[in-house]
């Protein structure tokens, strides 16, 4: 997409489908600062189907009702694609990894921001070290156990320290409502990024869009940033 596209609003990455605010079908398309003004309006709702409240300025998220839960003892990860070793982690497993402790905020794109979040987990790059990723991959796609939502970052991004498959969070484990026991943190990007109920990450030749991204938001989620354009930051 050039700046002549996003100049004249028509943008298809920027499309904002207020069908899936719950608001009915109508599909608006709007340029990156309305886009943010949309969603700020729309704040309280969030871009998702389930929202709850929850403790401390978190708002529970989930596109899928009624996630069934998994204890540590039986939850597993799927680490597989294009690696040497493909490899299922235990709770007890990701324990013996190297730790990663890192306080930073958590931003949502409608606007929400809870600051000074403590987490705790096996930094990703720990992660792919111990399953080798081939040569051949570029891209990490992250499925949620919810059967639903994925995620997905390029290669560079999933080497950064301050992305974390987090098996702590807020001081204590990862709750339910937030994505336990296991869920992705990717600090430097918008929350959808951060996908919970973490069941696979699969490593890919390229990026393959995630669940909002499918539905219009950047794959390149930078928070204050979005892509270089000229948005307002939130
Ligand atoms: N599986 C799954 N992960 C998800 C979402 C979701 O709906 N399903 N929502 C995302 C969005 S938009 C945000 S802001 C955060 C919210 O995290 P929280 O529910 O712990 O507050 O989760 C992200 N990860
Ligand atoms: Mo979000």
């Known amino acids: 997409m050039n700046e002549d596209d996003e100049a004249a609003g028509a943008p298809v990455g920027r499309r904002v489908i207020l069908g899936m605010l719950g608001l009915g079908a109508v599909g608006i398309v709007v340029g990156a600062n309305a886009q943010q003004k949309v969603n700020r309006a729309l704040a309280p709702l ?3 189907g389930q929202v709850l409240p929850a403790a401390g300025g978190f708002r529970y998220y989930s596109v899928v009702g009624g996630v069934k839960r998994r204890k540590p003892e ?32 958590f931003q949502c794109v409608t606007g929400w921001r809870v600051e000074d979040v403590a987490w705790a987990g096996v930094a990703l790059p ?31 991004q999933a080497r950064r320290r301050d992305v974390l498959v987090a098996t702590g969070m807020l001081g204590g484990p990862v709750e339910h409502d937030h994505g336990g026991p296991v869920r992705l943190y990717v600090a430097p990007m918008y929350g959808y990024k951060s996908l919970k109920w973490l069941g696979g990450i699969e490593l890919t030749a390229d990026v393959v869009p995630g669940y909002w991204e499918e539905r219009g938001y950047d794959v390149d989620a930078w928070v204050g940033q979005s892509n270089g354009r000229d948005d307002e930051p939130t």
């Open 46 to 48: 969030g871009p998702v």
């Open 74 to 105: 039986t939850y597993r990860l799927t680490v597989n694609g294009l690696v040497n070793k493909p490899r299922t982690f235990s709770f007890a497993e990701l324990g013996r990894l190297p730790q990663t402790r890192m306080t930073k905020d």
């Open 126 to 156: 720990d992660l792919l070290d111990a399953v080798g990723v081939s040569p051949r991959a570029r891209a990490v796609r992250f499925h949620s156990f919810d059967g639903v939502y994925t995620e997905s970052l390029t290669l560079d």
